[in-house]
């Protein structure tokens, strides 16, 4: 029996006929009858494209300085991230994976709590709730579960007009949880969209090594809708997702939406993409970005002029800066703080283990002062 | 008082824990219409509903993963996992999710879940039904972990566990389910003794005797046997496994000079280790042996016919006791 072959290849361009496009790659609007696109502030989506890149490649600025221990690239996927997040309601809820930093974005999340994260000074620590997004989640495909148990929250609160929406990979539909995820989901009839970035690499594998049909196939399995879209196109992104979201809202079950993307970027800054990856795919797909093509049709559909698309680059390059200076101010949290918040009260143990440390600690300051 | 099993105390526990919040919930395999395997949720689906009893599909990790994003949604799920060694395909959820989202959100975030699990051997069972997987949960700090003994104690720790704000994971001594004693199903949990406190259940001069869950009772018969003997055992029921109560601990040893642990997991890297390790620490001049240790061998649980070999009982541990005389 011959195994699959494995290795560098090319990726195709698989925009395949049930692929959901609404904004082709040179910015030529096409209608689709199942997905208007009432509503649609295109200018603001790709604001908000824009500032997100300009966040990411800040972030990336301040880890090659070491300000940073990690950075998880977000390039390429703007247009799936905006286009799913700017679709939600206010009191919809996301479970993100950990490159969400768009989704974050519209949910109001100071992207210093991001930073904080990837610099080491907490995990995470800003209130779900509060914005209506979870903790990012690096154990791959842990969320959806997650994401899975609030809906059933939902069902029982009768809360009609709530969903949830669930951020992963094509690599974490390898999970166990994922398809434990479908199963629940599908099976108590939760009002979830789960929504798969296939932004083509888990770090350097490719789809074809995590599944043999098409993801938004698998969902036929589980008995749910499955949706690919140009995860390219943040209007087509935008308007599936808010189909979606209405359709479960309806009690219509869960949906998969497929975006199909690119990480343009590695892995992390820790990743070397060149080992995995040929340059002229990359560049294949640079004409797929998924700004430009906002910007193009902006531009010839006279929606937004040259004035406009100057002051979201001063406003971008404003925020990098703004962001910079935050996270150099950001403190180191003191040494004790590392014993707050295990447990809601008492523990002994680890009550016992924090006198000793303080202790410990205080040692060097007596030592100090006589100096 | 009324004369109940373990299994019924809990299931008691558990009616009145659905009873005082609306927000528990009961999920797990088979635990509504069947009542669960060992019964403990007998009656409750019918009484309240499929929504509050909630037969899941047949995936621990989902049975976490989604009490998990209830417990973020407001609710306080109580988790069956239907026997120990089922418990591996969710330890993913509980030790890198369940655990630690209190400590990740600075605590802002807060997971009541409670994951009961029926655990030891001693029934006869096929592989994968008599495990003590207790101490993996005890090394993950953010899990309190606790075992009960016997039905009145099972009865009040229930609702305990279920009313903290922290997780817990919840041994119940398989083995010992149908034991019966008296039980005052009119006692408020408030009343009880903390969840985080070790109890003396016999109390005795020469040597101090610590196990908790299946064993407890076999400890209280060694103290028996060991009484016409002319040697006076105190029994301690640990309860929580963590965090340990040393307080309680080392007042005993401190006052007898010896200490023998026994539980059903193996010896090697479990609790024992632990707690030979601080009464040591702490109890250094009044010991005349050193902390001795009873319990399962460095092999896989056996199969059923030899079963009696690798878990403690009577004889090995009155051996041990016996032992703490010759040093």
């Not at chain 1, 500032?51 to 690239?73: K, M, N, P, T, Y």
């Not at chain 1, 599936?240 to 343009?264: F, H």
Request: aromatic share 8%; charged share 25%; with cysteine.
């Amino acid at each position: 029996m011959a195994i699959p072959p494995y290795g560098h290849h090319e990726k195709e361009w698989h925009l395949t006929a049930e692929t959901i496009q609404l904004l082709t790659p040179e910015g030529e609007r096409v209608d689709h009858p199942e997905y208007p696109l009432d509503g649609a502030d295109v200018r603001g989506m790709y604001r908000d494209m824009v500032l997100v890149r300009r966040i990411d490649s800040e972030a990336i600025a301040l880890q090659r300085q070491g300000e940073l221990g990690l950075w998880a690239s977000l390039l390429g996927q703007e247009a799936a991230q905006i286009g799913s997040a700017r679709a939600l309601s206010p009191k919809d809820m996301a479970f993100p994976s950990y490159r969400e930093h768009g989704v974050a974005w519209c949910r109001g999340l100071d992207p210093l709590r991001l930073l904080e994260m990837f610099r080491g000074v907490t995990h995470g620590a800003w209130d779900p709730e509060e914005h209506k997004f979870h903790l990012y989640t690096i154990v791959i495909g842990d969320q959806t579960l997650h994401a899975t148990g609030y809906a059933m929250g939902i069902q029982r609160d009768g809360g009609e007009d709530e969903a949830v929406i669930a951020y992963f990979g094509d690599g974490a539909t390898s999970q166990g949880d994922v398809s434990e995820a479908f199963a629940w989901a599908s099976v108590f009839n939760a009002p979830l969209v789960f929504f798969c970035q296939n932004n083509q690499f888990a770090i350097s594998a490719p789809p074809e090594r995590q599944s043999r049909a098409p993801i938004y196939q698998r969902a036929a399995g589980f008995g749910f809708p499955g949706i690919r879209v140009d995860g390219n196109d943040v209007l087509a992104c935008y308007a599936v997702t808010r189909q979606a979201l209405r359709a479960v809202r309806e009690g219509e079950g869960p949906v998969l939406i497929e975006a199909y993307t690119y990480r343009m970027g590695a892995h992390t800054t820790t990743d070397d993409a060149t080992r995995y990856r040929l340059a002229s795919e990359l560049e294949a797909w640079r004409l797929r970005d998924p700004i430009e093509r906002v910007r193009s049709y902006l531009a010839r559909t006279g929606e937004a002029d040259g004035a406009f698309f100057e002051q979201v680059a001063a406003e971008a390059d404003e925020l990098a800066v703004k962001l910079r200076a935050e996270c150099l101010a950001l403190p180191d949290p003191p040494p004790l703080a590392l014993f707050d918040h295990v447990y809601a009260g008492h523990h002994a143990v680890l009550d016992a283990e924090r006198a000793q440390y303080a202790a410990y600690l205080a040692g060097f300051e007596e030592k100090g002062a006589g100096r | 008082m009324t004369r109940i099993t373990l299994s019924r105390a809990l299931n008691e526990g558990l009616r009145r824990a659905l009873e005082a919040d609306e927000k528990v919930m009961i999920m797990g395999e088979d635990v509504g219409r069947l009542g669960g395997v060992f019964r403990v949720t007998d009656g409750l689906q019918k009484d309240f509903g499929e929504h509050r009893v909630v037969d899941t599909p047949l995936a621990e990790s989902g049975i976490i993963g989604t009490a998990i994003g209830l417990a973020l949604r407001g609710y306080r799920p109580v988790c069956e996992i239907q026997f120990d060694g089922f418990v591996y395909p969710a330890t993913d959820q509980i030790v890198s999710q369940l655990a630690k989202m209190r400590s990740r959100s600075r605590g802002r975030v807060a997971l009541p879940v409670v994951i009961r699990i029926p655990f030891g051997g001693g029934i006869g069972a096929v592989e994968h039904h008599s495990e003590s997987p207790e101490i993996f949960f005890a090394h993950t700090a953010g899990l309190r972990v606790v075992a009960c003994a016997d039905p009145a104690d099972a009865f009040a720790m229930i609702q305990l566990a279920i009313a903290g704000e922290d997780p817990v994971i919840f041994f119940e001594p398989k083995r010992r389910y149908w034991d019966k004693a008296e039980v005052d199903l009119t006692a408020p949990p408030s009343d009880a003794l903390p969840l985080d406190k070790a109890r003396v259940v016999q109390p005795g001069d020469d040597v101090t005797l610590l196990s908790y869950g299946p064993l407890v009772r076999t400890c209280l018969e060694a103290a028996i046997a060991a009484r016409e003997d002319g040697k006076s055992i105190e029994v301690i029921d640990l309860r929580s496994l963590s965090p340990l109560d040393m307080e309680t601990i080392t007042a005993s040893v401190a006052r007898t000079g010896r200490c023998v642990v026994t539980h059903e997991a193996p010896v090697y890297g479990g609790l024992g280790g632990e707690i030979a390790a601080r009464v040591t620490e702490q109890c250094f001049y009044h010991l005349e042996a050193p902390v001795l240790r009873v319990g399962g061998f460095a092999v896989p649980y056996p199969p059923a016919r030899t079963e009696d070999h690798y878990l403690p009982d009577l004889d090995r541990i009155l051996d041990a006791v016996d032992r703490t005389f010759t040093y």
